[in-house]
């Protein structure tokens, strides 16, 4: 009975380990792929506001550069578009799905463009005085709205998308995280409901074999004791308490003989 009772408490011992191992690697692993989603999604936010900002100082350097023909802008024009193209490449290298990438990488580049040739020969005519001279002229706010803040209007856009789009982008993992987080409860409810079934397997076992054949014996000698009525156990024992009732008879049987 005691190798019974103690395979049996090992066995709750060992399912409860195993369990709770299986538990903490998926709950590890869950932890893990929340922090990545949340570190992908934070990292995205960075990249995208370096852009915007870059962009706007870019903007408003070129304002002064083609409105005003402020040239001490041209530095900043250049920086701001600089910092743009480094944030993309960064996107890009850290990117999961680069797809989402593309357009913003053709409205770079089509800015950058824009940009270096405007640099480099201004709009033409007056505009290009104007940035010689550094007095500003009506042609050079006419290229401004009429091409400029297009493609700024397009690139901002396509900014935009490329926040919303890493957004969706992270779905499939959140998708594999609620799975995760399933596993990671499956092996504890199974283990709870085969515990809850080895308890009250114990239960009864114990009280057919432990606790009511002591009752049964214990009964048996208050009657002997009291009312000299013969020491009688109904049922059969097993194992230790089979062994315990023997002794219990032969210690009897020795009093009778020593009267």
């Known amino acids: 009975m005691r190798k019974r009772v103690t395979a049996g408490f090992l066995s709750i011992v ?53 409105v005003f023909g402020d040239r001490s802008y041209d530095s900043l024009c250049r920086a701001g578009i600089d910092r743009l193209e480094q944030a993309l490449l960064t996107a890009q ?3 999961f799905d680069k797809s989402f990438l593309d357009s913003l990488a053709f409205a770079t580049t089509e800015l950058r463009v824009l940009t270096d040739n405007f640099l480099a020969f201004g709009t033409g005519g007056a505009a290009a005085d104007s940035l010689r001279t550094g007095v500003a002229d009506s ?9 400029y803040e297009v493609q700024y209007d397009k690139l901002i856009s396509a900014i935009n998308n490329y ?8 779905a ?37 074999y432990c606790v ?17 009525v013969p020491f009688t156990v109904k049922g059969e024992l097993k194992d230790e308490m089979l062994a315990l009732k023997e002794k219990i008879e032969s210690l009897i049987n020795l009093i009778k003989q020593s009267k």
């Open 212 to 228: 009511s054949p002591v009752e049964r014996m214990d009964r048996g000698l208050e009657n002997y004791l009291s009312f000299r």
């Open 14 to 66: 060992c399912l409860l380990f195993f369990s709770g191992m299986v538990s903490f690697i998926e709950l590890s692993r869950l932890s893990r792929d929340t922090g990545e989603i949340l570190g992908a999604n934070q990292r995205n936010i960075e990249l995208a506001k370096q852009m915007l900002d870059a962009v706007h100082d870019q903007n408003m350097a070129m304002v002064r550069l083609s």
């Open 163 to 170: 926040m919303t789009s890493t957004q969706s982008s992270l």
């Open 93 to 95: 290298e850290e990117a």
């Open 172 to 208: 499939p993992r959140a998708e594999r995280m609620k799975t995760n987080a399933y596993r990671a409860v499956t092996p504890v409810l199974i283990s709870l409901v085969v515990m809850i079934a080895i308890v009250l397997m114990f239960y009864y076992f114990i009280l057919v």
């Open 139 to 147: 042609s050079g706010s006419r290229w401004y709205n009429e091409v």
